[in-house]
């Protein structure tokens, strides 16, 4: 399995961005996906995910400003990030799960200037 992580970049605080996340190679195995972030001196924290009977999960920390979704006929899981706080900036990292492991994308810096 392979995940492809895009769409970070720098952007002012008030602001938007959508990452994507494409999934290739042995995707029938993954049944769920997700994000989490890292920012610096932090821990690798959850953002959004989906669940393995398609519910959504996020964190309080983005609940209202962050969504969660998906085409599935893309292989593609997106996170939809409005109104970015400064405290927002972090490396975005993609993760897909399968029932014996975690596969995680390369991940994608955001920004969040004041």
């Known amino acids: 399995v392979q995940l492809q992580a895009s769409g970070g970049g720098l952007v002012q605080a008030g602001g938007s961005l959508r990452l994507s996340c494409a999934a290739s190679?042995?995707?029938?195995?993954?049944?769920?996906m997700g994000w989490y972030r890292q920012a610096p001196g932090k821990e690798r924290a959850l953002v959004a995910r989906y669940t393995s009977v398609g519910g959504t999960v996020h964190a309080d920390s983005v609940k209202g400003r962050f969504t969660i979704s998906r085409d599935n006929a893309k292989n593609t899981v997106y996170l939809q990030m409005n109104n970015l706080k400064p405290e927002d900036t972090a490396v975005y990292y993609c993760?897909?799960?399968?029932?014996?492991?975690?596969?995680w994308g390369q991940g994608t810096q955001v920004t969040v200037s004041s």
């Open positions: 993760i897909g799960w399968s029932e014996s492991r975690a596969y």
């Open positions: 190679g042995s995707i029938f195995s993954i049944n769920a």
